[in-house]
């Protein structure tokens, strides 16, 4: 059982940056590919990137290309999104999710997640 604590969640003015660690405990968290989502007010959840076991691997949703970025730390059992330029438009709850079989955008063939951080983008 695997679990995971989203982090660095906050109120930023637009066009700044943030970055959300997402910390793993329970498990082997090399032996998962992880995952980042959000979750806006009254909207699906929503991919946003995942990352392969080693973080030699990346895919990532054509609406966040360019700003944000995934990365793993595997000594620190430990993954990350950073977002750079960020707009009104993502603001949501962002969760992290790991998988030990899938890698890629399809939020239901991941099987555990966390409890999500609250990111709020606005003067």
């Known amino acids: 059982q695997v679990q995971l604590v989203e982090s660095g969640g906050g109120l930023v003015q637009p066009g700044g940056s943030l970055r959300l660690s997402c910390a793993a405990s329970g498990g082997t968290f090399s032996e998962y590919f992880m995952g980042w989502f959000r979750q806006a007010p009254g909207r699906a959840r929503e991919f946003i990137a995942a990352i392969n076991w080693s973080g030699g691997s990346t895919y990532s949703a054509d609406s966040v290309k360019g700003r944000f970025t995934i990365s793993r730390d595997n000594a620190k059992n430990t993954a990350y999104l950073q977002m750079y330029n960020l707009e009104p438009e993502d603001t949501a709850v962002y969760y992290c999710?790991?998988?030990?079989?899938?890698?890629?955008?399809?939020?239901?063939?991941?099987?555990?997640w966390g409890q999500g951080t609250q990111v709020t983008v606005s003067a």
């Open positions: 999710a790991a998988s030990s079989r899938y890698f890629g955008g399809d939020k239901g063939s991941y099987e555990y």
